[in-house]
């Protein structure tokens, strides 16, 4: 019957025919009110979340799960690279309460202010305090910005280390029952002279003898082989 008409009065006025037909029933329009604003979810008693909503919900929950607290106190720091496999940096917060997040942040100041760069794994003498009203516990030695040396230590209770190191407080840096000193080396050969001058065991590097004292005069023979001396 379609084709008849059709053919009789052709497609466009058989499509307008058909448009105006009881018979034909437009499709609903399935787009989004952009007029309309849905209420917002306050109450999930009473407005029960949708299944996307539950499932992002979700997701956002494990995601925060995942994310691993920090174990070590190296890891808490915003330098874990500074303070990682050190000694200090290598304990666990769980088993070393004494760590509170004031000496975390004490950690950040110090490695800001005092703009370290990297620790330094040099051998150093250790000064031998026993006996003495002087201490010297827990040292960390590092480089700063400039390329000078930079040398850390931590003593339980107030006694200070030996005035020949020239360290002054600072902010604990270890734990909450230390205090904590530091002093800045142009080389580290100065570094060594006054921890040897301090007294102690430990490797020994000669170069105490020279620290308070005026440089040796070069040997005679050393001045003739270079020309500047005559016989």
């Not at 020949?164 to 029952?177: A, F, N, S, T």
């Not at 080389?187 to 006054?194: D, G, V």
Request: charged share 25%; aromatic share 8%.
């Amino acid at each position: 019957m379609l084709s008849q008409l059709a053919a009789t009065h052709g497609r466009e006025q058989l499509a307008t025919t058909c448009k105006v037909s009881r018979c034909y029933v437009a499709p609903p329009f399935i787009g989004a009110r952009h007029d309309i604003t849905p209420p917002a979810r306050q109450d999930h008693a009473n407005h029960p979340l949708t299944n996307h909503e539950r499932i992002q919900t979700m997701t956002t929950t494990n995601q925060t799960a995942r994310q691993p607290a920090p174990r070590t106190a190296a890891e808490a720091t915003a330098r874990p690279d500074l303070y990682g496999g050190s000694c200090w940096g290598n304990s666990t917060l769980a088993r070393n309460p004494d760590i509170t997040p004031a000496i975390i942040a004490n950690r950040n100041r110090f490695a800001e202010e005092w703009k370290i760069k990297a620790r330094s794994h040099a051998d150093i003498p250790h000064p031998w305090t026993a006996g003495t009203q002087y201490d010297f516990d827990h040292p960390e030695t590092y480089k700063d910005a400039d390329g000078f040396f930079v040398l850390a230590c931590s003593n339980y209770g107030d006694i200070p280390p030996p005035p020949v190191l020239g360290m002054r407080k600072i902010p604990p840096i270890y734990r909450e029952d230390a205090t904590s000193y530091a002093a800045r080396f142009s080389t580290m050969k100065e570094l060594r002279a006054r921890l040897e001058a301090a007294g102690g065991g430990g490797p020994k590097y000669g170069a105490a003898r020279h620290l308070f004292a005026e440089p040796p005069a070069p040997r005679r023979n050393r001045l003739r082989g270079r020309g500047r001396v005559s016989a």
